[in-house]
């Protein structure tokens, strides 16, 4: 059915098929034709031990196709960049038992080997309405899409395997402490120094009756000393995991059958755990807050009898040192900025901003109004709006430009005190305007500000009967007739 | 048996149906325990059509305590207790007794043996689904109707007082109280013994025990521990459900009915079960 492609032929009777630079036959795509899912299995390990699926895995589409025999078979398709790519490919699917085929849209013709080094193409072209048609120098065979398989649950669904040597050198480590060992740990790690992350991770209630969630701690240990790992790996209630790829990590001892670094399907945000011992991977869609366990640290006061008393010398002995507070720019990078101060002619811009404002941001958000300008205060960091002069928060009640730094740089408490103003005021510190305070009682809900009145008109509402209103049940008698007890109980209506 | 099936749906729609969804419940002429086992029999084939808001007024009732979104359909025991439920309230019909008859007795111990014949649940399924029937039970009421006229007076109990005895009531000066009577005094002004009477509906209760601990705040018939509440707290998802139901109404009631019962059970195998129970108690009541 197949016949061999000759050096500088030009035509071919396959549609879809051309001819590259270097006279390969190839077409757009690049199909793998594999017997069984183990088989997909096999070539995903086989690839990914030398190779990324970086390239690929955004294009990759992965089938189970069935042909006319009602066979099942798994089908890889993807683009085919050049044929030298397509060569090795073709290497590691024959390695595991595989098929490598070149087309476009239906018709695939088996790709080039040792024997026919410039390809092949069909002697005869079959019509038929499969998905797939495929000319093999062996068979030709159509088959029709039977369903598609996700790639990153294929991968979630296959156990890790057991496998010590990954326990040497792990590099970063993910430790999985149950709730309980948590503080424990975080004191343990404390004492030895070690640094580490620390965030608390929750799970669904494992069955219908269990009320609260499932809270584990989870710890990224950069380094852990070699001296403390197998007390790590032996502890029961903790897990210890190999990061092996951004978003994942499989636990000490056991390596996942894929080499999940090639095969970049997991999201750097989240964190999948592929656990050993047959246990489900566990999966965090998002990464818990995290923080240095030293935080944790417990804080202790010396004595303090050693203080020596100093002589207090009236400041007039001193002289005059006080000096005027001024704002010099600042190298540092933009941060605590919690605010933003919108000069009049801005706030045309602002309200065409408002409208892209998230719900959280309009709530939380306060805003004061004043001759000079309006201050539009937020409650974090990642609200602030792309208006105004951005302003940072000194302390509570002092903001002052963002870029800008007070100097003497005195604490905020100090130039709070030194500015003079009254305790419910909030001071605000430009560079060409010096010092604004507004009153907190002018910060009023961004929300509330900033809605025009709407017109509206009223309806009249159906009531509806509560659907489970439960009436309270009343025991009502009714006549019972002559012989009640009639069929009860021959004893009992003698009676 | 051609009426067996008139019964089950006269039961289904007088007493089963109105226990779990309110309103008037009219029990039927009374069945004794014979005829009760025919009427289960037939009553647990019942189909599904015919139940299904009550089935979803079931799951309602079960959903507090546990996070169920289906409850077993009525088995044949429950049948029986709804059997015995209707026997129980008939022994207190004021018209069952003659001028010189006295039935009402003999139906309650017609009716204990109804109730005898029911075994414990044997899973955490029928305890719910049991659960989700009965929970109402002690909420049933009675509306007894008082007459009086310038010669004497009538009760009427569970039903309305004729009109003749309300005519012309200016003239034969007739006047009129309701009462609502629950359902552990329904015994009382009538033949039955109460402490008998209290002692069936304990058993009665005790068959469902999660609306045995549910209801352990009540003050008759006193809350006791049984072969059925005990068997459940023995099991893990049984004491979250005992939990549960305990501290649905009025825990601090229901600690002091723990602790009243609980020498019964101090020394016996049961009692590491149930002092884990009363310590739960204890630390949600804040005591």
């Not at chain 1, 997909?40 to 690839?47: E, T």
């Not at chain 1, 960049?81 to 024959?94: K, T």
Request: charged share 20%; with cysteine.
């Amino acid at each position: 059915m197949l016949e061999r492609v000759a050096m500088h032929q030009t035509r071919l009777r396959v549609p879809g098929l051309g001819i590259d630079a270097k006279g390969v036959v190839l077409g757009s795509k690049g199909l793998v034709l594999l017997a069984s899912l183990e088989r997909l299995v096999a070539f995903l390990s086989l690839y990914t031990s030398e190779r990324s699926l970086g390239d690929l895995v955004g294009n990759l589409r992965v089938e189970v196709v069935r042909s006319k025999m009602n066979t099942r078979e798994v089908v890889l398709s993807f683009p085919a960049q050049n044929s030298e790519s397509l060569d090795l490919l073709a290497e590691v699917a024959r390695l595991a038992l595989g098929h490598t085929f070149t087309g476009s849209s239906r018709h695939f013709v088996q790709f080039r080997d040792a024997s026919a080094p410039f390809g092949f193409d069909a002697a005869e072209v079959i019509a038929a309405d499969a998905d797939y048609v495929l000319y093999h120098s062996t068979f030709t065979q159509t088959y029709v899409r039977d369903r598609d398989i996700d790639l990153t649950r294929l991968l979630l669904r296959l156990r890790p395997q057991l496998d010590p040597s990954t326990a040497r050198d792990p590099g970063p480590l993910w430790v999985l402490a149950e709730e309980g060992l948590g503080p424990a740990w975080i004191q343990y790690l404390i004492r030895s120094r070690v640094g580490a992350r620390v965030g608390l991770a929750e799970w669904p209630p494992a069955s219908a009756l269990d009320e609260a969630p499932v809270r584990r701690h989870l710890f990224h240990v950069p380094e852990l000393p070699a001296r403390m790992l197998p007390l790590a790996r032996t502890t029961p209630g903790l897990t210890v995991f190999r990061s092996v790829a951004p978003g994942a990590a499989v636990e000490l001892g056991w390596r996942h059958p894929v080499n999940l670094q090639a095969c970049p399907v997991f999201s750097g945000e989240g964190l999948v755990l592929f656990r050993g011992h047959g246990l489900d991977a566990l999966t965090l869609a998002r990464l818990p807050a995290m923080g240095e366990v030293e935080s944790f640290a417990r804080v202790s006061f010396g004595a303090g009898n050693d203080l020596q008393p100093a002589r207090v010398l009236d400041p007039r002995e001193l002289g005059q040192v006080t000096v005027p507070i001024r704002l010099a720019p600042s190298m540092e990078s933009y941060r605590d900025v919690r605010g933003s101060f919108i000069a009049p002619g801005d706030l045309p811009v602002l309200r065409k901003v408002l409208y892209g404002l998230g719900p959280s941001t309009l709530r939380q958000a306060k805003i004061a109004f004043a001759r000079e300008g309006a201050l539009l205060v937020f409650n974090a960091a990642a609200d602030t709006v792309p208006v105004g002069t951005f302003l940072r928060e000194l302390r509570p009640g002092v903001f002052v430009a963002a870029g800008f730094e007070p100097v003497p740089t005195i604490a905020p408490d100090v130039l709070f005190r030194a500015l003079g103003a009254p305790p419910e005021s909030t001071i605000v510190l430009l560079p060409d305007r010096g010092a604004i305070g507004f009153p907190n009682g002018a910060l009023v809900a961004l929300q509330d500000a900033l809605i025009e009145a709407q017109a509206w008109a009223p309806v009249d509402p159906a009531e509806i009967a509560p659907a489970l209103d439960a009436e309270v049940p009343v025991v009502e008698f009714e006549p019972l007739g002559l012989r009640p007890m009639a069929g009860v109980s021959q004893a009992a209506e003698k009676g | 048996m051609a009426g067996l099936g008139a019964d089950v749906m006269r039961l289904w729609s007088g007493v089963f149906s109105p226990l779990v969804l309110g309103g008037r419940l009219a029990p039927m002429r009374p069945i004794g325990p014979s005829r009760a086992r025919h009427i289960a029999d037939a009553g647990a084939a019942l189909a599904a059509s015919e139940r299904t808001w009550v089935d979803a007024m079931r799951v309602r009732r079960a959903r507090p305590l546990g996070r169920v979104d289906h409850v077993e359909a009525p088995d044949v025991p429950q049948w029986l207790m709804v059997a015995a439920l209707n026997d129980l309230l008939q022994s207190t019909n004021p018209k069952l007794d003659g001028m010189l008859t006295s039935r009402s007795g003999k139906l309650l111990e017609l009716t204990m043996g109804t109730i005898g014949a029911v075994c414990a649940p044997a899973s955490i399924r029928e305890v719910i689904s049991r659960h989700a029937t009965f929970a109402r039970l002690l909420e049933l009421e009675r509306v007894d109707t008082f007459v009086s006229w310038w010669a004497g007076s009538a009760s009427f109990r569970g039903c309305a007082a004729p009109a003749r005895m309300l005519a012309w009531k200016g003239l034969r000066r007739v006047g009129t109280r309701t009462d609502r009577t629950g359902m552990t005094q329904m015994c009382f002004g009538s033949r039955l013994d109460d402490a008998r009477f209290l002692e069936a509906l304990q058993r009665l209760l005790q068959l469902t025990p999660l609306t045995d601990l549910a209801t352990a705040h009540r003050e008759a018939p006193a809350f006791a521990w049984s072969r059925g509440s005990l068997g459940l707290i023995l099991t893990h998802p049984g004491h979250t459900l005992a939990s549960r139901a305990l501290r649905s109404a009025d825990p601090r009631a229901a600690l002091a009915a723990l602790h009243k019962d609980h020498p019964r059970v101090a020394g016996t195998p049961f009692e590491p079960a149930v002092r884990s129970v009363i310590d739960e108690l204890a630390a949600y009541a804040g005591r």
